[in-house]
């Protein structure tokens, strides 16, 4: 009998693609059960030949409406972290790990779902992709998804934050999610973290520069 197909985005990936065309391909991914539910594929966006790319986890409730990664409130916090660290989002390059929204529905609100292994397992073509086609010398990881996509194993990112690690030609740093801090009640606590969020970003540019 035939193997069930595994999961993966591979087959939808066009190969030696540049952002836009891989941009366009996206669209019509089924590499997982996920771009059933959301509104659209959410891809990468930024400089096209940046030093930096960024990885969040997938795009949230607002991204999937706009099409676009970070322009929700994870966004504004990473924001404020990329202007105290003198990165100009527009010479970076910001993606997601998993490019459609996992969501539960309850009533008229969609409720973020973690992305599971298999989803970001299945969705790691796109980020090579992106990856081959922007050639970024740094790769910074927003949170645990990101890490275990870019690295293939799982990070805890407590112990391994800020400290630059080499892998597969690229220097890849490790840090919070920006939505971990919208979790911070405490103002005082909030800003620390937000203090730790730059100081990792900066440890990147020094690598990228
Ligand atoms: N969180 C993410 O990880 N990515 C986004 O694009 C938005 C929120
Ligand atoms: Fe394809 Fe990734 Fe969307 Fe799954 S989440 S359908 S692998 S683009």
Same mark, same amino acid.
């Given at each position: 009998?035939?193997?069930?197909?595994?999961p993966?985005a591979?087959?939808w990936?066009p190969?030696?693609?540049?952002?836009?065309?891989?941009?366009d391909a996206?669209?019509?991914?089924? $590499?997982?059960e +996920?771009?059933?539910?959301?509104?659209q594929?959410v891809?990468?966006d $930024?400089?096209?030949?940046?030093?930096?790319?960024?990885?969040?986890? /997938?795009?949230?409730?607002?991204?999937? +409406?706009?099409g676009?990664?970070?322009?929700?409130p994870?966004g504004?916090v990473l924001?404020? !972290?990329?202007?105290?660290?003198?990165? !100009?989002?527009e010479?970076?390059?910001?993606?997601?790990?998993?490019?459609?929204?996992?969501?539960? /529905?309850?009533?008229?609100?969609?409720i973020?779902?973690?992305?599971?292994?298999?989803?970001i397992?299945?969705?790691?073509?796109?980020?090579?992709?992106?990856?081959r !086609?922007?050639?970024?010398?740094v790769v910074v990881c927003?949170g645990?998804?990101a890490?275990r996509?870019?690295?293939g194993?799982t990070?805890?990112?407590?112990p391994e934050r800020?400290q630059?690690?080499?892998?597969?030609?690229?220097t890849?740093?490790?840090t919070?999610h920006?939505s971990?801090l919208l979790?911070?009640?405490?103002?005082?606590?909030?800003e620390?973290? +937000?203090?730790a +969020?730059t !100081?990792?970003l900066?440890?990147?540019?020094?690598e990228?520069?």
């Amino acid at each position: 009998m035939a193997e069930p197909e595994r999961p993966g985005a591979e087959r939808w990936v066009p190969e030696d693609a540049g952002i836009p065309r891989l941009r366009d391909a996206v669209q019509d991914c089924r $590499g997982c059960e +996920l771009w059933a539910h959301a509104t659209q594929a959410v891809f990468g966006d $930024g400089h096209e030949k940046a030093r930096m790319m960024l990885v969040g986890e /997938q795009p949230g409730d607002r991204e999937d +409406l706009a099409g676009e990664p970070f322009v929700g409130p994870a966004g504004r916090v990473l924001d404020e !972290a990329l202007e105290r660290a003198d990165i !100009a989002r527009e010479e970076i390059y910001v993606t997601n790990a998993v490019k459609h929204f996992r969501f539960e /529905q309850r009533g008229k609100r969609r409720i973020h779902e973690k992305p599971g292994v298999v989803h970001i397992d299945a969705c790691r073509a796109w980020l090579e992709a992106e990856m081959r !086609a922007v050639d970024p010398r740094v790769v910074v990881c927003l949170g645990a998804t990101a890490a275990r996509s870019v690295l293939g194993r799982t990070v805890r990112v407590g112990p391994e934050r800020g400290q630059p690690i080499a892998h597969e030609g690229r220097t890849v740093v490790v840090t919070t999610h920006p939505s971990a801090l919208l979790r911070v009640r405490d103002t005082a606590e909030r800003e620390s973290a +937000l203090v730790a +969020l730059t !100081a990792d970003l900066r440890v990147a540019a020094r690598e990228s520069a």
